[in-house]
């Protein structure tokens, strides 16, 4: 899309976005783009943003609004990144909407809430600037319309809850929040402030002799490579949970499905590594509680079963082992981060749900809307459903040590005759698994999120192994790791709103 084809649109800006923007730029568009990439060439830009997503739509529109002249560059077809399929929880403290509601909140608080959840693991720097300036955020995607659901914010979405009120969501998820983003984009696009080419791969950053970032080289649609100038680079690319060797190289676990981004490939990682920043977090790895996946491919993709094992929503009936047959965790622990961390310690993140035909018959729909004509035909379906008419069987076709399962299941049977687990401690135990046929559904636990990110200072710059920034470059979003705003324990919010405020927070200083 061109500026005159812009502007001749103003009035009809929604069409455009949804057809051109939403839709997908055809072949035809990404060739009529290159005169605009020479263009985009011959000029030095204040602020070259390297990926249109989380981050970097507010990173240009503020900078835009300093009255900075703005490139964004993107390798995807469309603008928005993760928003497309992002939960889109987001969380602040001292928001209007907590007022409005009286909800007593403060950045103190939330900070302190990040340390419990995250066990201390954050960046304590990062962190303390982020709770100060989360709300102003929050506040003003209120302002652009962004609306979220009746009785929010809540304490919780599926994470370890926090003390106070302040996690929200609308009920587009992360797409509420890319139209809230759009329009102001589109307003400094208009205005010749902003400057956005799509189907450009930001490949390396340019630098001079001191090591100053002076630009960014990248591949345009048709394939040339391009010297783009810049007097800063705002690094915006998401992480590389879409790049199964980079992923399991940085983190040392293989992405078993794939859920993220699919043009996050951990090309801001490589660009920051290259010119001299380092990488932290990895260590910080986790893994959600297990889905059900399509096949043995890794990554794999999810398989279309809701299965609930979240111990508010539905007590589990069953018990959970892994491959070596053995229970792993209170099944029932109230604690999603303690559960997640027992999964973590175990072989290929994997567990299987073991049950029997009582419990199939008498146990509350395992997986959400499900009743039990669909559950049997899920075990023909599935390849990760297995059912046997012993125990010894079940183990066979579902790939578990045998011995291991019956031993468990004796010790676990034993623990519902006497109603007290010495094991775990579970409190939920209805019916021993003793009634033949027998069913185990393999659960893997999945990441979408890259823990490993380049390390950067409080005011957003990417540091060199000696702690020293490197010239004109910054950092925000996913492309700092999760592990710098999550830490230890998946806290509610703590990717996605740092994305925001960081991404803010680099364009409010373009001319610092
Ligand atoms: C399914 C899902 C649900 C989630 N839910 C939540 C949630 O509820 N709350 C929360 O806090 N977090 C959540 N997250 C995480 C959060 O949404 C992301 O971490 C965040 O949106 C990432 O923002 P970003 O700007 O860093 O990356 P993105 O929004 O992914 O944007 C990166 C952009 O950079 C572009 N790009 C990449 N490499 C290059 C390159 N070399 N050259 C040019 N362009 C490039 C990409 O095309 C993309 O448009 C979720 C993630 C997923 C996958």
Not at 13 to 33: F, H, P, S, T
Not at 40 to 45: D, F, K, Q, R, V
Not at 220 to 242: M, N, Y
Not at 293 to 298: M, T
Request: proline fraction near 6%; charged fraction near 20%.
């Amino acid at each position: 899309m061109d500026k005159a084809a812009l502007t001749a649109a103003d009035a009809g800006q929604l069409r455009i976005n949804k057809r051109e923007l939403l839709g997908g730029v055809g072949a035809a568009a990404a060739l009529a783009m290159l005169p605009r990439i020479s263009q985009a060439a011959s000029e030095t830009w204040d602020l070259i943003v390297v990926g249109g997503g989380s981050a970097g739509l507010p990173c240009a529109i503020f900078a835009a609004q300093q009255g900075a002249r703005v490139l964004v560059v993107d390798r995807a077809h469309r603008l928005g990144g993760t928003l497309d399929r992002s939960s889109g929880q987001i969380a602040a403290a001292g928001t209007r909407l907590q007022a409005k509601l009286g909800i007593k909140d403060s950045p103190e608080a939330h900070f302190d809430d990040i340390m419990r959840i995250s066990k201390g693991k954050v960046d304590t720097e990062l962190v303390g600037v982020f709770v100060r300036k989360a709300a102003a955020t929050v506040n003003w995607l209120s302002d652009l319309g962004f609306s979220p659901l009746p009785g929010h914010p809540v304490v919780s979405g599926g994470h370890e809850p926090y003390l106070t009120r302040r996690y929200l969501w609308a009920e587009q998820n992360g797409v509420a929040i890319l139209r809230a983003l759009l329009p102001p984009f589109f307003e400094q696009a208009r205005k010749g402030s902003i400057e956005f080419l799509m189907r450009t791969d930001a490949l390396e950053l340019i630098q001079d002799g001191e090591g100053a970032v002076q630009g960014v080289m990248a591949r345009d649609a048709a394939g040339r490579k391009i010297d783009l100038p810049g007097r800063k680079v705002a690094l915006t690319t998401g992480g590389c949970a879409a790049n199964p060797r980079m992923f399991e190289e940085l983190h040392g676990a293989p992405l078993y499905a794939q859920l993220a981004y699919p043009f996050d490939l951990g090309g801001g990682l490589e660009m920051g590594v290259g010119a001299g920043g380092v990488l932290r977090g990895a260590e910080h790895f986790q893994t959600f509680f297990g889905m059900v996946l399509n096949d043995f491919n890794v990554p794999s993709t999810p398989a279309p079963v809701p299965v609930n094992t979240v111990p508010q929503a539905r007590m589990p009936w069953e018990m959970y082992v892994n491959s070596a047959g053995r229970r792993f965790v209170r099944e029932d622990h109230p604690s999603v981060d303690a559960r997640e961390h027992a999964l973590l310690a175990q072989d290929h993140h994997r567990y299987w749900i073991i049950f029997d035909q009582e419990i199939m018959n008498n146990a509350p729909a395992m997986v959400r809307g499900w009743d039990r004509a669909r559950m049997d035909w899920a075990f023909d379906k599935y390849h990760f459903f297995s059912r046997g008419d012993s125990l010894g069987d079940l183990a066979r076709w579902a790939g578990i040590d045998a011995d291991g399962l019956a031993a468990s299941a004796q010790r676990y049977n034993a623990a519902v005759s006497s109603g007290s687990d010495p094991d775990f401690g579970r409190k939920h135990m209805p019916l021993p698994i003793a009634k033949p046929p027998f069913y185990a559904i393999r659960m893997q636990g999945t990441q979408l999120l890259s823990f490993a990110g380049l390390t950067v200072n409080p005011q957003l710059q990417v540091l060199k192994g000696n702690g020293q920034a490197i010239p004109n470059l910054y950092a925000a979003g996913e492309v700092l790791g999760a592990g710098a705003t999550t830490g230890f324990g998946i806290v509610n919010g703590m990717l996605l709103t740092p994305a925001l405020v960081f991404g803010r927070m680099i364009g409010e200083r373009v001319f610092a």
